[in-house]
Nanobody, 128 residues
């Protein structure tokens, strides 16, 4: 059973920062790409960022490039962690943010169909 648990969401003023975390057991995500998606009210879920299994390749949507940074750590016999550092937040970044595990290790998947497992989401609200 794959479980992904996000945390770190909250309310922040425009221009502020937040760091989202996603925890999963090592055996479930260490050999796979990971990604962050978000869904704003009344909108479809959209891709935010992805990272390859070894952390060497990353990819960002144009809307967050230069402001958000995706990273991951992996320790033997410990939980793998995925992060999303979000700086210079804007009101349009308000959404529920989801972490996801890709179906494959290589590359930095963008499409939702390339992801097999999803977390429950964490709310990020950016006020003006």
């Amino acid at each position: 059973q794959v479980q992904l648990v996000e945390s770190g969401g909250g309310l922040v003023q425009a221009g502020g920062s937040l760091r989202l975390s996603c925890a999963a057991s090592r055996r479930t995500i260490s050999d796979y790409g990971l990604g962050w998606f978000r869904q704003a009210p009344g909108k479809e879920r959209e891709f935010v960022a992805s990272i390859s299994w070894n952390g060497e390749a990353t990819y960002y949507s144009d809307s967050v490039k230069g402001r958000f940074t995706i990273s991951r750590i992996s320790r033997d016999n410990a939980k793998n962690m995925l992060y999303l550092q979000m700086n210079n937040l804007k009101p349009e970044d308000t959404a529920v943010y989801y972490c996801a595990k890709a179906r494959r290790a290589w590359g930095t998947p963008v499409a939702e169909a390339e992801y097999a497992y999803w977390g429950q989401g964490t709310q990020v609200t950016v006020s003006t």
